[in-house]
T-cell receptor, first 114, second 115 residues
Framework: AQSVSQHNHHVILSEAASLELGCNYS??????LFWYVQYPGQHLQLLLK??????LVKGIKGFEAEFIKSKFSFNLRKPSVQWSDTAEYFC????????????FGGGTRLMVKP | DTGVSQNPRHKITKRGQNVTFRCDPI?????LYWYRQTLGQGPEFLTY????????KSRLLSDRFSAERPKGSFSTLEIQRTEQGDSAMYLC?????????????FGPGTRLTVL
């Protein structure tokens, strides 16, 4: 079975600070990895995804994530956050040979202070 | 907006009643998924359709839950004899089966409150 762990449940940053949200997964085979974001009052939106190739993936709004296979990690980064990045962030994994369901982490709630 | 739509957005019901939710996927998407999300948690997979066939069901999906996708387009999720523990946000997602790419796009959800 696959599982996802997001270590930080709540993060508070000031504008212009750098962001890194941790995500570790557990699965023995090939994976597809995703970060979704949920802004207040809105639905889940895809930030970025990794299927194969370059392990450094760039997404929307200046976010990027790096897949480190040896560490089973897919951490999300942004060099300089804005107040509008206040949201909840979810990491998700799909084992390529484990069906088509996404397994989500518990989420990280980010608050950016203006 | 041609994204995933869900109706109703909110449903309040009394324990023991039946409820039904509808999901309309992105039009060309052949895969449709249901998830449940409770407060402070990430979404949990319930079931998945490819076209009209229900291919996967989670152990979370008790026999009070049933989902259909009769013509391979919209889907319904019915909960019979609701319990307070069913209170949650029910999310629908859709995707297009394509080589090397199968990204799920989510709808706004239906928030169920069981009194």
């Amino acid at each position: 079975a696959q599982s996802v762990s997001q270590h930080n449940h709540h993060v508070i940053l000031s504008e212009a600070a750098s962001l890194e949200l941790g995500c570790n997964y557990s699965y023995g085979g090939t994976v597809n990895l995703f970060w979704y974001v949920q802004y207040p009052g809105q639905h889940l939106q895809l930030l970025l995804k990794y299927f194969s190739g370059d392990p450094l993936v760039k997404g929307i709004k200046g976010f990027e994530a790096e897949f480190i296979k040896s560490k089973f990690s897919f951490n999300l980064r942004k060099p300089s956050v804005q107040w509008s990045d206040t949201a909840e962030y979810f990491c998700a994994v799909k084992g390529v040979n484990a069906g088509n369901m996404l397994t989500f982490g518990g989420g990280t709630r980010l608050m950016v202070k203006p | 907006d041609t994204g995933v739509s869900q109706n109703p957005r909110h449903k309040i019901t009394k324990r023991g009643q039946n409820v039904t939710f509808r999901c309309d996927p992105i039009s060309e998407h052949n895969r449709l998924y249901w998830y449940r999300q409770t407060l402070g948690q990430g979404p949990e997979f319930l079931t998945y359709f490819q076209n009209e066939a229900q291919l996967e069901k989670s152990r979370l999906l008790s026999d009070r839950f049933s989902a259909e996708r009769p013509k391979g387009s919209f889907s319904t999720l019915e909960i019979q004899r609701t319990e307070q523990g069913d209170s949650a946000m029910y999310l629908c997602a859709s995707s297009l089966l394509a080589p090397g790419s199968d990204t799920q796009y989510f709808g706004p959800g239906t928030r169920l409150t069981v009194l």
